[in-house]
């Protein structure tokens, strides 16, 4: 997947959820990483309508245990593939839902919170939620500098959508 080669992956990820299956039964997260891993690959291959509901049932497992690294990706899958859709609500309502899971998970700031502010506010700049999107955006460029210093890997993306947003003001 990390190549860009989503179609042969494919087998491999769905090979490795039959064993996980197999192993530790179908609610262990390694089932739900390997989900996440076909869900991704058919949402990149013009399949999300197959993909959402691979996904939904891996962001089930993420709800149930939003702390397990197996699932942390679970969110954004689910959120591509209804994107892909064309469900932007659906897919801003999973993004406010990390969000808050991070915010519960870290209350003094992390990384992943700042992935979250990133994410959530770019989208709302996208569906025409200026307000919120900004409120957002400035709040993650702020931890960002309090979490990466000078090396935030998030904080062009997040000024850009900020620039935008000026601009379009």
């Given at each position: 997947v990390d190549l860009n080669r989503y179609a042969d992956a494919m087998p491999y990820s769905r090979e490795a959820m039959e064993m996980w299956t197999h192993l530790a039964g179908e609610?262990?997260?390694?089932?739900?990483l390997?989900?996440?891993?076909?869900?991704?690959?058919?949402t990149r291959t013009g399949r999300a309508e197959e993909a959402a509901p691979i996904a939904r049932r891996s962001f089930e497992m993420w709800r149930d245990d939003p702390e397990n690294e197996y699932l942390e990706e679970s969110p954004n899958v689910y959120a591509t593939a209804r994107r892909a859709l064309g469900?932007?609500?659906?897919?801003?309502?999973v993004y406010r839902?990390?969000?808050?899971?991070?915010?519960?998970?870290y209350p003094g700031g992390h990384p992943h919170i700042v992935y979250a502010f990133d994410i959530l506010g770019t989208h709302l700049a996208g569906a025409g939620e200026p307000d919120e999107a900004e409120r957002l955006l400035l709040e993650g460029v702020k931890m960002g500098r309090k979490c990466y210093g000078d090396r935030n890997p998030h904080e062009d993306h997040m000024l850009i959508a900020l620039a935008e947003l000026a601009g379009r003001r």
């Open positions: 609610d262990d997260p390694r089932v739900g390997a989900l996440n891993q076909i869900a991704f690959c058919l469900d932007t609500a659906t897919a801003i309502a839902e990390e969000l808050a899971a991070a915010r519960h998970q």
